[in-house]
């Protein structure tokens, strides 16, 4: 409402909720649901701003619902009791309703088109959430036809009236199965997708007006372009939201630093390990005054190529000795001819 010159007197004021189904047909809109709550009694209304609480009583919910041919739609309107005529302020909103089925179970069943066309369906289970994916597979057990290619679509029918009949049929997505010739025996798995398909859960008998069914729909196509069609209907449920933590965790520095142990623990040789003057002079990189004054200006002196070589013992020397003693006697030929020698 706009700005109020001066104050209106009412007799009350109510919020007034309803449920309206709609259709294409020229069917005049029903009411499926209507209640209403009391906000205030008489009193006179201003331009000062009120908050009134308010909650209505348990009722029979049903989810909304927008297709191509019906509509189930939800309007909260504020209506103002007063002498006056006051337009009411209307507001339309989504009713969401969470639900899984009580019953989950997997579905193996037989379909086929008189006896040109025998198969098993086999699916993972017979209930499927919106954001779910269907897997199975298809077995064929009789074909006596040339089939060259197998589709499936993914289809909702909205129906109307008592009893009810079929008033739209929308093909949501075509999946390609088999792309060349199926024999007997085959067997094709199945495997998409519900989450990026503009789904609604699956509406049965909804007030006594409409529903709405999904179906899986193959058609084996011939070499001639004829189509074998048959279908199953599966249900559709919108189930709680899964809470998945996608947060990145970074990673953890397992070691610790306070214990780790310091370079001289990593010298093997007795030789190679440092002394306690070796340590305490070059512990440091920067020595004080009194360390460099104490050490003498020698030069250093040029290792010659004899002294790089390793250092060996007395014993290992005179062995070294006698086997070079015995290369150079002269050995005794086996043979006494020279010509031997000869080939």
Do not use: W
Not at 204 to 219: E, P, Q
């Amino acid at each position: 409402m706009g700005n109020i010159k001066k104050p209106i007197m009412h007799n009350g004021i109510k919020l007034v909720l309803q449920g309206i189904f709609e259709c294409q047909s020229g069917m005049k809109p029903q009411t499926i649901i209507d209640t209403s709550v009391d906000l205030c009694g008489p009193n006179s209304l201003t331009n000062q701003q009120v908050m009134y609480p308010f909650e209505f009583a348990p009722l029979n919910q049903y989810e909304s619902y927008n297709g191509k041919f019906l509509k189930l739609k939800y309007v909260l309107s504020v209506r103002i009791m007063s002498k006056s005529h006051i337009n009411p302020q209307e507001k339309e909103f989504a009713l969401i309703i969470p639900h899984t089925p009580s019953l989950i179970q997997p579905i193996n069943q037989e379909l086929g088109i008189e006896k040109i066309i025998q198969l098993d369906l086999k699916l993972s289970k017979n209930s499927y959430a919106l954001n779910d994916v269907v897997m199975g597979s298809l077995f064929i057990r009789l074909l006596h036809v040339k089939i060259c290619r197998v589709e499936m679509n993914v289809i909702r029918v909205e129906s109307i009236g008592r009893p009810l009949m079929e008033k739209s049929r929308t093909n949501f997505k075509n999946i390609q199965l088999v792309d060349g010739q199926l024999v007997k025996g085959d067997i094709v798995p199945l495997r998409f997708f519900l989450k990026n398909l503009q789904l609604t859960p699956t509406l049965t008998n909804i007030a006594d007006i409409f529903s709405v069914n999904y179906y899986l729909s193959f058609d084996f196509i011939d070499e001639e372009g004829m189509k074998y069609n048959c279908a199953t209907e599966i249900n559709l449920y919108r189930g709680e939201k899964d809470q998945k933590d996608v947060r990145m965790i970074p990673p953890v520095n397992i070691v610790d630093l306070e214990h780790l142990a310091s370079v001289s623990h990593l010298y093997i040789g007795e030789s190679d390990h440092p002394t306690e003057e070796q340590e305490n002079v070059g512990g440091s990189d920067n020595p004080t005054e009194e360390q460099v004054n104490s050490q003498p200006n020698e030069v250093p002196k040029q290792e010659s190529d004899e002294d790089k070589l390793p250092s060996f013992g007395d014993d290992f020397k005179e062995e070294v000795d006698e086997e070079t003693k015995q290369d150079d006697t002269p050995k005794k030929s086996t043979s006494n001819n020279v010509e031997d020698f000869i080939f």
